[in-house]
């Protein structure tokens, strides 16, 4: 490894949102978006989740 290769800004192996993304390749780009799907989807399990347990609860103490 060179000492340059030191010097090139790393490119994250996540997504942050609003970051720069015009030196990325289209495959960086589609794994990016495939990465956001994911996430998406965890996020969405996870308030229906969270919503299935809130109704649940609202369910006991209303009977």
């Known amino acids: 490894m060179s000492f ?3 010097e090139r800004p790393k490119k994250p192996k996540t997504h942050e949102l ?6 990325l390749s289209v495959n960086e780009l589609e794994s990016r978006i495939d990465l956001l799907r994911q996430e998406i989807a965890r996020l969405e399990a996870e308030k229906e989740a969270k919503a299935a347990g809130r109704r649940a609860a609202d369910s006991l103490f209303r009977s």
């Not at 609003?18 to 030196?23: A, H, I, N, P, W």
């Open 4 to 6: 340059l290769d030191d």
């Open 18 to 23: 609003g970051c720069d993304l015009s030196m």
